[in-house]
């Protein structure tokens, strides 16, 4: 009967001490803590294909490439020579001048203007000049060379065989690099061949 009573004395003693423990630990929150025991917190899922120790690739950016355009090609220069130079067989007083010309924009204001000057060996003070100016009309300004004949009327005197002139000619091409072009030259005169008389 003693031995149960000094029993029961020491459980209600050390579950006394137990509560004295535990009860403040309650009250402060510093108790044991549960993850101690209890499982880990899964791991948050990888999306499919993505390895795990390498990060996600950047999304490709949706802005096109910027495309240069083609480089346009410089316009051919403007230019002008002469062939040949001819009098007219019927009237002296004309000159039929073989010339070509490249200019390059079609949409520019044109302009073909020729004169022929010669001056008499034996008389220094006769001079036989003319000029002419070319239709806008019929200028071609494509960048391809053309060729034309342009006719000259002389205001003096007529125009002498086997004798040297000077003829000067001008393109102008308002649109066009450079914008006007010239040539100058001196060559003897010829009378052409008279055309042939169909019977």
Known sequence: MISRTIGAALALGVGGLALTAIIPALATGTG?????????????????????????????????????????????????????????????????VDLHYTCSSPEGERSLNTSVEQTDPADPAAIAFGSTRTSPTVIVCDGTQQRGTVTVQSKTTNWLDDVDAVLVTTVSDLGATPPAAADAAKLRLHTAPAPAVTP
């Open 32 to 96: 044991p803590d549960p993850s101690e025991d209890g499982p880990a917190p899964a791991a948050a899922p990888l999306s499919p294909g993505t390895p795990a120790d390498q990060p996600a690739a950047p999304e490709a950016s949706a802005q096109a490439p910027v495309v240069a355009p083609p480089a346009t090609p410089p316009a051919p220069a403007t230019v002008i020579g002469f062939d040949a130079a001819v009098i007219d067989p019927k009237i002296p007083g004309r000159v039929r």
